[in-house]
Structures are given as structure tokens and as C-alpha cells.
């Protein structure tokens, strides 16, 4: 009854940048968190950003000066501004929201199906 759907990965430079989309829809009643979280081969999956309702906003140490998260409330969209990307940023990313839906009354996670971001020269 609820999608998180992302978009804006893809091939990139290293130096360059990419702008990250995730729209959720369906029976949503209100979002509180929302974050983004990666996972490269190998690699456990691990927390990106996190922006709160009233936006709020957590960075894990990668990419605390490079990147931006921000969100559409209205829309109920959050987005991450990727800058100076590295090959290290290589991963695959999800994003993921708490969202009370009209049926049932409590929040509860919802992850996107990810979308690849590849840096490389």
C-alpha cells in the first residue's frame, strides 16, 4: 500500500555530482523520518543522512560537506544532493521512511528498491 521509488543514479566522475530522488506514495498518513542509506559490494548497508519532519538533519562522516539531504513534505519526497563524489561512494542506495498509513495507525519502515550510483573515470 506504500512505494518508496528512487531515481537519479547512475555513472559519474569522480569530482562530479548527482541528485537523488525518493517519492513515496500510497495510503500515507504522515511521514516522520526519512534517510538514506547505501550499500557497496561487500559491505553491510549504512546510514547516509537522515533529515527529521521538522528537517533536521544527521550525516553520517562521508558525507558530512558533500552532500545534502532535504525533503517535500507536500510531496512527500526526500532528496540527497551528491557533490565531489568519489569512487568510494560507489554503492547502491535505498532510501527509507517511516510512514503511519491511513489503515494502521502506527509508523513503520518502508525501503525503496534502491538505485545504483557508480563513480568512475
Known amino acids: 500500500q506504500v512505494q518508496l521509488v528512487e531515481s537519479g543514479g547512475g555513472l559519474v566522475q569522480p569530482g562530479g555530482s548527482l541528485r537523488l530522488s525518493c517519492a513515496a506514495s500510497g495510503s500515507i498518513f504522515s511521514i516522520n523520518a526519512m534517510a538514506w542509506y547505501r550499500q557497496a559490494p561487500g559491505k553491510q548497508r549504512e546510514l547516509v543522512a537522515i533529515?527529521?519532519?521538522?528537517?533536521?538533519?544527521t550525516y553520517a562522516d562521508s558525507g558530512k560537506a558533500r552532500f545534502t539531504i532535504s525533503r517535500d513534505n507536500a510531496n512527500h519526497t526526500v532528496y540527497l544532493q551528491m557533490n565531489s563524489l568519489q569512487p568510494e561512494d560507489t554503492a547502491v542506495y535505498y532510501c527509507?521512511?517511516?510512514?503511519?498509513?491511513?489503515?494502521?495507525?502506527?509508523?513503520?519502515?518502508?525501503w525503496g528498491q534502491g538505485t545504483q550510483v557508480t563513480v568512475s573515470s
Open positions: 533529515i527529521s519532519s521538522d528537517s533536521s538533519t
Open positions: 527509507n521512511a517511516n510512514i503511519k498509513t491511513r489503515i494502521s495507525g502506527l509508523y513503520y519502515p518502508f
